[in-house]
Structures are given as structure tokens and as C-alpha cells.
């Protein structure tokens, strides 16, 4: 089987001929290829160049482009601090909105043309033209509502906002930002073979899961139901330890979610229900940054065996950083190879 046909077998709730690896590579893709992120996030070819080289290179089943955490939000209108030598990031010391009822003032972005989305999708695109006939193609669609309105607000204006705020107030600025995701998920859905959406803020490292359950569940499961007559695989990623939370994550309907490192995987596959697809959950820094080829594949053996390989995609935890050993990249597929076999695991 190549990477797309491992990746869509999983998806329909079977065993591959081994248990597909995503990396959440794209800094890493860049740097090893050559460049820094911060130098090509307005070049899609480059960026999609930096995805097939690497693909190509250490044979893995799928690329999740991404770019960074702020263009959704700059395409709305936020200010962006660029940077050469890392991702941009949203100015939140300059926050967009002084009141969340100024999001009825804002125009919702258009994908084709506003911002840096054009160039996201572009880079989808190209490497759809590539290698998507073998290879699974994850056209990210930036953050999700909760977290985009974090950046256009500024977090910790959100947050008192949380607690102060009318809640029909907070409600209709989420529904405001449900919109504007959805909008480019269907955009990257229109080219790549799924899309998904970052939301790191609704983590319970930053909120309760009593405040995930009632301001952020809502927005993703609104997502997921507009998106579904897309038909293809949408993927919700949050950061952090999500133990307190993956219950209530596994009902937004998603057909992937993508877990952090601090969540037992074990835990998880028996959280959410059987046809959710789970992506992960390799901590990016230590062993994939900072560890041993050995201790890469001791994690994702520990990983295969505690869900026996039934329905999960191997990955980094989270975005792997510009500096991830390269030997490392390749012991993560090497483990798929060698404990994720569908003779093993059958």
C-alpha cells in the first residue's frame, strides 16, 4: 500500500499493511530541505518543494501543511510580527478587537484572497499535483474558533472576557470566528484530501474543561456538521494534556483528532469512539528533538501495542520543531515498519 492508501484504510475503520505515520513536519520539512520557515511563508512553491523532499526523503504517509498560528487571524485583519528565523505571530500587545462586539464590524476574510490564505492553499495545491496521488495531503485551515478569537481579542483579554463578559456577547463573537474557519476548511477541503483546525487555546493548560465544554465544543461541532457535505476527513488538534477532556472532544464528530504527548494514547483510544481516528502523540521535544533513534521507536512501540494499532496514525505530539534530528524522523517510520504490521497486529 502507498501513504494515501494507509491513511484512507484507517479511516474506514481497517487494518492497514502497517500503521501510517503524519509528522507534524512543516518547520522541520523547511529547515531540512534548507530554508527556515520565517524566509518562505510567502513562497508556496518553496513550501511545498520542503513538504515533497522531505516526504520523499524519509517515506512517510502523509504532510499536514501548515505555516503558522496567525494567518487565519492576520486574513481577519490582526497585526503579525514576522520573523526570519521562526513562525510569524499574531501582535496580541496590539489586539484587533478592544471589544469582542466589534467582531459585527469586521468583514468575514475571504480564502481566495485575503492575507497569506491564497498562499496556503496554493501550497496545497502544488503538492496535491506532486505526490497526492500517493501520499495523503492535510490542508490545515489555520486555528479554530475559539483560539482564532483568542488572537483577535488578545488572550488575556479573552480570558477576563470569559469571566466578565454577557455570554450571548461571547457566544456571537465564537460564532463570528466559526464562520471565518469554516470558510477556509472548505477552501482547503475544495483541493487537499482533508482539512483540520489547531485549537491549543481551548486546552485545559489555559481553560477548565467545564469552559471547553461550554464555549469551545459548540464552535467545533458546528465546524464539523458545516463541513460535512465536503465529504473527506476533518482533523481537530488541541495542545496539551487533553486527559480531562478527550470525552467530550471524541463527540465534536471529527474523523481525526490529533493528541499531545501528555495524553495516554491508551487512555484516549478507549475515550472516543472506535471510527475516531487518533493522530499522535510523540512528544516533539523529547526523544523527537532531543532523544535517541532508539527512544523514538520505544515510543511509538509503546504507542502500537497499548491500541494495537487499531485506528490510530503515528505522529509527533504537536508541531516539530526546526531542529528535530533528521535519524529521528526516520525511526519513527522505521517503528511503523517494524511493530505496526498488519501480520503483528492482526
Not at 481497517?14 to 529547515?31: K, L, N, T
Not at 500587545?93 to 475571504?110: C, N, S
Request: hydrophobic share 40%; charged share 25%; with cysteine.
Amino acid at each position: 500500500m502507498n501513504g494515501l492508501e494507509r491513511v484512507q484504510a484507517v479511516l474506514r475503520g481497517e487494518i492497514p499493511d502497517r500503521v501510517p505515520v503524519i509528522p507534524q513536519g512543516f518547520m522541520f520539512s523547511a529547515h531540512d530541505a534548507g530554508y527556515e520557515i520565517g524566509k518562505i511563508n510567502r513562497n508556496p512553491r518553496l513550501m511545498a518543494e520542503c513538504h515533497r523532499i522531505c516526504q520523499e526523503k524519509y517515506g512517510y504517509d502523509g504532510c499536514v501543511i501548515d505555516v503558522d498560528d496567525a494567518s487565519l487571524a492576520e486574513a481577519c485583519g490582526a497585526r503579525v510580527i514576522y520573523r526570519e528565523d521562526s513562525v510569524a505571530v499574531v501582535d496580541e500587545a496590539h489586539p484587533l478587537l478592544e471589544d469582542l462586539r466589534e467582531i459585527e464590524d469586521l468583514r468575514l476574510p475571504d480564502p481566495q484572497k485575503d492575507g497569506r490564505l491564497p498562499e496556503w492553499l496554493e501550497t496545497s495545491q502544488r503538492l496535491m499535483e506532486m505526490i497526492g496521488d500517493h501520499v495523503f495531503i492535510m490542508g490545515r485551515a489555520d486555528q479554530g474558533p475559539f483560539s482564532l478569537l483568542s488572537l483577535l481579542r488578545g488572550t488575556q483579554e479573552f480570558m477576563m472576557d470569559l469571566l466578565t463578559e454577557d455570554e450571548d456577547v461571547i457566544i456571537r463573537a465564537l460564532n463570528w470566528a466559526t464562520e471565518a474557519h469554516v470558510r477556509f476548511a472548505e477552501a482547503q477541503l475544495k483541493i487537499a484530501h482533508g482539512s483540520s483546525m489547531g485549537d491549543a487555546y481551548a486546552s485545559p493548560e489555559l481553560i477548565s474543561p467545564e469552559m471547553y465544554s461550554r464555549f469551545a465544543l459548540p464552535c467545533e461541532k458546528k465546524t464539523v456538521e458545516a463541513l460535512q457535505a465536503m465529504q473527506k476527513p476533518y482533523s481537530i488538534h488541541i495542545c496539551g494534556d487533553t486527559t480531562g477532556i478527550i470525552r467530550d472532544m471524541g463527540t465534536a464528530g471529527a474523523n481525526i483528532l490529533e493528541i499531545d504527548w501528555k495524553i495516554s494514547m491508551e487512555y484516549a483510544r478507549g475515550a472516543v469512539p472506535e471510527n475516531t481516528v487518533l493522530m499522535g502523540n510523540i512528544n516533539p521535544s523529547d526523544p523527537m528533538c532531543m532523544g535517541t533513534p532508539e527512544q523514538v521507536e520505544q515510543k511509538a512501540e509503546e504507542i502500537i501495542q497499548s491500541t494495537r494499532g487499531k485506528g490510530i496514525i503515528l505522529s509527533s505530539g504537536c508541531a516539530l520543531g526546526a531542529n528535530t534530528k533528521p535519524e529521528n524522523i526516520k525511526a519513527l517510520v522505521n517503528a511503523a515498519e517494524k511493530y505496526g504490521r498488519c501480520d503483528i497486529l492482526r
